[in-house]
């Protein structure tokens, strides 16, 4: 299934709901660095996104280095920002609230 692409007025309301998540230089993606105490808590990040992720059958670009999480979120099929890119940043904004 096909999602429409988010109109910019959209896609900057939505950003300013987000702690920290930035607009890529192209406007197609939204991105974010996590920092968490340890790489334990990265992975356990990651774990509990990932699950999200597969519920929403939609999957991050990421990339982790110790204690970090760099994200970009942006859907394939539409070229841009979708609804669905937002709902996983807020399962991700969840996901980290709660860790070191």
């Given at each position: ?93 969840k996901a980290a609230a709660g860790r070191g």
């Amino acid at each position: 299934m096909k999602f429409p692409k988010l109109e910019q007025a959209a896609i900057e309301s939505e950003l300013a709901k987000l702690d920290g998540w930035t607009l890529r230089d192209d406007g197609l993606a939204i991105l974010k660095s996590f920092k968490f105490s340890n790489f334990a808590e990265a992975f356990g990040f990651m774990t509990e996104c990932a699950i999200v992720a597969e519920k929403l059958n939609h999957h991050p670009e990421w990339s982790n280095v110790y204690s970090r999480v760099k994200v970009c979120l942006t859907t394939h099929d539409s070229q841009g920002i979708t609804e669905r890119d937002f709902l996983l940043a807020n399962a991700m904004q969840k996901a980290a609230a709660g860790r070191g």
